[in-house]
């Protein structure tokens, strides 16, 4: 399949799922995720790769090292920790702690120096004490991710989630998302920002009505992470540009050759 995309003129593939960390489970011998995206990027040498939603149970040294080793596997690790206290998360039916996530996200730092963090948030799951929101919004500030998406909880029935006792107000949720999503922009405009000065290979993927270029970067995944705008390209083209400014989510570069 990604060969006919490719030979159809496709330049980036998206490898996703619900979790992508888990492929090759249900697979006889040794197949993962990491051998899978090695095996893509070394036989398309020319298309860049990016997996998405990656649970923390997937981000193995293999493929934090297949990532590390393959210039066309975007250095992008998009994690859904969802919230950093254990006992919230234990209620979310998931694992993990603030420090376990930070030792990962240092993990990944060292390892590929160039790395994108990206992660989704949920502010207000039942039971969530002002403390354990705290927690959370100081893990946000610590991280220093690239990307944050939050997301007030949403009671949804039948699921177990719905039926938990603590659910909290609209109006908490809400205010508490808020806070989240203040912090979140303020710690990634500023992590963007050291982007000026940079090299970086871009994309090119369209033009605005006034004839703008724009593209993106291995930093930023498809609508969802700005875009970067550029001087020169053709749609489809890869560029390499020097970033000159950054405003929010979004950068600016010149092609320098």
């Not at 210039?71 to 376990?100: T, W």
């Not at 002002?130 to 893990?139: A, G, I, P, V, Y």
């Not at 605005?208 to 593209?215: K, M, P, S």
Request: aromatic letters at 8%; hydrophobic letters at 40%; a negative charge.
């Amino acid at each position: 399949e990604v060969a006919e995309l490719i030979a159809g003129g496709v330049r980036e593939v998206v490898l996703i799922a619900q979790d992508t960390g888990r492929w090759g489970d249900d697979l006889p011998g040794n197949g993962t995720l990491a051998t899978l995206v090695s095996g893509l990027a070394e036989r398309h040498e020319h298309t860049w790769f990016r997996i998405m939603y990656i649970q923390p149970e997937g981000v193995t040294d293999e493929l934090i090292h297949a990532v590390g080793s393959h210039d066309n596997i975007c250095s992008y690790f998009d994690i859904p920790f969802q919230h950093c206290d254990a006992q919230v998360l234990k209620r979310m039916n998931r694992a993990g702690s603030a420090e376990e996530f930070m030792r990962l996200a240092q993990r990944i730092r060292s390892r590929v120096p160039d790395a994108c963090l990206r992660t989704t948030l949920i502010a207000g799951f039942p039971g969530e004490t002002e403390e354990q929101f705290d927690k959370l919004c100081d893990f946000v500030q610590d991280i220093e991710f690239d990307y944050v998406g939050v997301f007030p909880y949403s009671q949804e029935m039948p699921s177990k989630a719905g039926s938990l006792e603590g659910q909290l107000d609209e109006e908490t949720k809400i205010e508490r998302a808020q806070r989240i999503r203040d912090i979140a922009d303020a710690v990634s405009n500023a992590v963007i920002a050291k982007r000026v000065g940079r090299e970086m290979d871009v994309l090119v993927i369209g033009e605005e009505e006034d004839g703008q270029l724009f593209g993106r970067a291995q930093c930023q995944a498809p609508d969802v992470d700005g875009v970067t705008f550029v001087d020169a390209g053709r749609r489809g083209e890869f560029v390499h540009c020097a970033i000159e400014d950054t405003l929010f989510y979004e950068m600016e570069g010149s092609v320098v050759r």
